[in-house]
T-cell receptor, first 114, second 113 residues
């Protein structure tokens, strides 16, 4: 079975541009999580969904960030407009709650904003 | 938000040595997880702990869920070169995967042949 799929793997953009990151969770998983990893702050939870519904977006840094999950097999994280401080690795993870806390991570998208 | 203090930040050891790292929290968790991250990859789950006092092994790895529910440790016995990477502890408040995880800052393990 395929793991969590993220695209693109690398994104380089200029400040002010819109960035869209994509995630396909593991089939059958009903919870999806977006994390951001930086050297300074480590891994931080941005937002998570249960059954396609956003549950907690308190980790989203500001209004420039938005996330959607239109169906059980797809989610997007959008940054508009992007800023250099948004440069980080963004991970998507999924789990089959409520049976387990185990979250399976995708390979991540490395975002560089110039 | 809640914080996890993970130590040590880095370890330089000889191949074959045992490794020990731990995490402490300012509040109680219901679940402790240990992940390993290789360069350019996402974290991969090593061990999950669901009950205070629980001791769980996965090959050469052993982890324990502290009695106070505020700490956990991970031991690696007889380290080998492929153990190199960053190890993260993570905690969850919910009992059913319905919450995001709080991560420690990681322990960088470097093995000298």
């Amino acid at each position: 079975d395929a793991g969590v799929i993220q695209s693109p793997r690398h994104e380089v953009t200029e400040m002010g541009q819109e960035v869209t990151l994509r995630c396909k969770p593991i089939s059958g998983h009903n919870s999806l999580f977006w994390y951001r990893q930086t050297m300074m702050r480590g891994l931080e939870l941005l937002i998570y969904f249960n059954n396609n519904v956003p549950i907690d977006d308190s980790g989203m840094p500001e209004d420039r960030f938005s996330a959607k999950m239109p169906n059980a097999s797809f989610s997007t994280l959008k940054i508009q407009p992007s800023e250099p401080r948004d440069s980080a690795v963004y991970f998507c993870a999924s789990s089959s709650s409520p049976t387990t806390d185990t979250q399976y991570f995708g390979p991540g998208t490395r975002l560089t904003v110039l | 938000g809640q914080q996890l203090n993970q130590s040590p930040q880095s370890m330089f050891i000889q191949e074959g040595e045992d490794v020990s790292m731990n995490c402490t929290s300012s509040s109680i968790f219901n679940t402790w997880l240990w992940y390993k991250q290789d360069p350019g990859e996402g974290p991969v789950l090593l061990i999950a702990l669901y009950k205070a006092g629980e001791l769980t092994s996965n090959g050469r790895l052993t982890a324990q869920f502290g009695i106070t529910r505020k700490d956990s440790f991970l031991n690696i016995s007889a380290s080998i070169p492929s153990d190199v990477g960053i190890y993260f502890c993570a905690g969850s408040y919910s009992g059913g995967g319905a919450d995001g995880l709080t991560f420690g800052k990681g322990t960088h393990l470097i093995i000298q042949p």
